[in-house]
């Protein structure tokens, strides 16, 4: 089944035969409008010709001449048209027919119009819900309708041809009674009620919110789940960076302490070690000059000397050229055999003590 077809299926039309208790029913699509078809036992026909009237005004003039023939305020009416001859069906007693508040919101149709036309020209009699109704056609076109409550008898029958202007030759015999399927469009491309009826159009404008609605939330539950499987391949995805880069990170972390090591290790041996400033303190003191005392607290050192020597001037010129003692102060210790110098140390390059 094509797409066209679907969408004419969606929107076919309900049609129930209205006045018959269990009457025959077809079922239309779900968006499709309702119909109510009229027994042809309630309605009148009348063939009308508007060969004389321009094309755009003849449906004017059919609904204005069935108004004129037939004026009664709860009269409907449909027209159905082969070329510019205009079928006619009324039904006088539509309002006490239908019997339901919202006929105004339903298509009408007449029984004749979903009886499929025949093959070729002739005369016909149509088992119908009520009765029966005999037709002539000529040329693909209605020329006669009658109906009868029951299959007519030969003089009835010929009654009816001779008013339909149908040649007689010999005894006419009346032909059986056809029971046809019903059309799903019908014939003549009638024009009676709105097609689109108000309750039909409210239907569709609430089948197409909600079509709207839901595509809308279709398209958000789409993208929620594309958005959360776009998450769940991320998480994983990251989950595998983590594993690939966790010996890295660990080599790295490895790396870092083992730096900081290095560098711990290197600021002891930054500075000024003491085990070199002994040995430019006792190397220009004079012979017998043993060290005695050592103290150093940040740039300040103090060296305790014995020696038999205690001028203070010979120490303090001792280390005038020295270029890391040369700020020195010699003063008498306690025990007059030892003098206390005391020297002020340079700061290191890096700005922090030695």
């Known amino acids: 089944m094509s797409l066209r077809d679907r969408l004419a299926a969606l929107f076919s039309p309900t049609r129930r035969l209205i006045g018959a208790e269990g009457a025959p029913m077809q079922r239309g699509g779900p968006l499709g409008p309702v119909e109510r078809v009229v027994p042809r036992a309630q309605c009148l026909y009348r063939r009308m010709e508007f060969a004389a009237v321009a094309r755009n005004r003849r449906a004017a003039a059919a609904d204005l001449a069935v108004r004129r023939a037939y004026p009664r305020a709860q009269a409907q009416h449909y027209i159905a048209w082969s070329g510019s001859t205009a079928h006619a069906w009324i039904w006088p007693d539509a309002d006490a027919d239908a019997g339901a508040a919202d006929d105004a919101d339903q298509r009408w149709l007449p029984e004749s119009v979903l009886m499929p036309p025949p093959a070729g020209d002739g005369e016909r009699l149509l088992a119908l819900a009520q009765g029966c109704e005999g037709q002539v056609w000529r040329q693909g076109e209605l020329r006669a309708s009658r109906w009868w409550p029951q299959p007519p008898d030969e003089m009835q029958w010929r ?196």
């Open 159 to 354: 009654l009816f041809l001779r008013a339909s202007g149908v040649e007689q030759s010999g005894t006419a015999r009346v032909p059986m009674p056809q029971s046809l399927p019903w059309l799903t469009r019908p014939w003549g491309g009638g024009r009676g009620a709105m097609p689109w009826t108000p309750a039909t159009l409210e239907r569709l404008g609430w089948a197409a919110a909600a079509v709207v609605l839901g595509f809308a939330l279709g398209w958000q539950l789409v993208s929620h789940a594309s958005w959360s499987l776009s998450s769940l391949r991320l998480s994983a995805r990251l989950d595998a960076l983590r594993q690939q880069a966790t010996p890295l990170l660990d080599a790295r972390e490895r790396a870092q302490a083992d730096l900081d090591t290095l560098i711990a290790y290197r600021r002891l041996q930054s500075g000024l070690s003491d085990y070199s400033l002994m040995a430019d303190v006792i190397a220009p003191l004079p012979a017998d000059a043993r060290l005695v005392g050592w103290r150093r607290e940040g740039r300040r050192l103090q060296a305790t000397l014995q020696s038999a020597q205690t001028d203070p001037r010979v120490f303090v010129s001792a280390f005038q050229q020295h270029p890391l003692l040369s700020r020195v102060t010699a003063n008498p210790a306690a025990n007059p055999q030892q003098i206390q110098l005391d020297f002020e140390l340079p700061a290191s390059p890096s700005g922090e003590g030695p």
